[in-house]
């Protein structure tokens, strides 16, 4: 009998189990949680800050991307094991990662201005990348604009506007294409599909 009511006791908490993963799933929630990050986020975004705003006249002068991955150790202090060149428009980091450091977010430069990239907002891949790796993302434009990716809410959001990171001296502002403050993936599409091509 008391054998019974156990299996029934385990079959209700596997039903409410069952119900809650549904729910999650039903609100579009991952079901996994969130990376344990142990330094706080404002720290994180000003070294992500610092790390961009030491890269951005090589970037300019080289005409290319860099990228990498910070890292943090047990008790938070973060670190960039290595900085990756790119090109012209793209830069791939590896995450191969090291014994007692933790990924906590990806960086990357926009390279010099240019009047051919709209490079002054993420891209949709940018949004993509750092969704798939459920990391944020930090990006530093030619314009100097300091982006957030943040892959939980999956929205890039502008940190600070023009100027606020070294700013490439050939950079000439594009009133009509000025980025918004926010994207989510479907504005983000749109802004790409309806960019004008000269400015
Ligand atoms: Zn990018």
């Given at each position: 009998?008391?054998l019974?009511?156990?299996n029934?006791?385990i079959?209700?908490?596997?039903?409410?189990a069952?119900i809650f993963?549904?729910?999650?799933v039903?609100?579009?929630?991952?079901?996994?949680?969130p990376?344990?990050?142990?330094a706080?986020p404002?720290?994180?975004e000003?070294?992500?800050r610092?790390?961009?705003?030491?890269?951005?006249?090589?970037s300019?002068?080289?005409q290319?991307?860099f990228?990498?991955?910070?890292?943090e150790?047990?008790?938070?202090t973060?670190?960039?094991l290595?900085?990756?060149?790119?090109d012209?428009?793209?830069?791939s980091?590896?995450?191969s990662?090291?014994?007692?450091?933790?990924?906590?977010a990806t960086?990357?430069t926009?390279?010099g201005?240019?009047?051919?990239?709209?490079?002054e907002?993420?891209s949709?891949q940018?949004?993509q990348?750092?969704?798939?790796?459920?990391?944020?993302g930090y990006?530093?434009t030619?314009?100097?604009r300091?982006?957030?990716?943040?892959?939980?809410?999956?929205?890039?959001?502008?940190?600070c506007g023009?100027?606020?990171?070294?700013q490439?001296?050939?950079?000439?502002?594009c009133?009509?294409?000025?980025p918004?403050t926010?994207?989510?993936?479907?504005?983000l599409?749109?802004?790409?599909?309806?960019?004008?091509?000269?400015?």
């Open positions: 009998m008391k019974t009511r156990n029934a006791l079959l209700i908490a596997c039903a409410a069952w993963v549904m729910i999650r039903a609100n579009h929630e991952p079901v996994y949680e990376r344990e990050i142990v706080a404002a720290e994180v000003r070294y992500a610092q790390q961009l705003n030491d890269l951005q006249r090589r300019f002068a080289e290319r991307e990228c990498g991955v910070i890292v150790d047990d008790r938070g973060l670190s960039t290595e900085v990756f060149e790119g012209i428009a793209s830069c980091y590896e995450n990662g090291k014994v007692g450091l933790k990924p906590v960086f990357h926009h390279g201005a240019s009047v051919v990239f709209d490079d907002a993420p949709f940018d949004l990348s750092d969704i798939a790796t459920r990391l944020d990006l530093a030619p314009g100097g300091f982006w957030r990716i943040d892959w939980q809410s999956q929205t890039a959001n502008l940190v023009e100027g606020c990171l070294e490439d001296p050939n950079y000439r502002p009133p009509a294409s000025a918004e926010q994207y989510d993936i479907k504005r599409q749109a802004r790409f599909r309806n960019a004008s091509a000269t400015c």
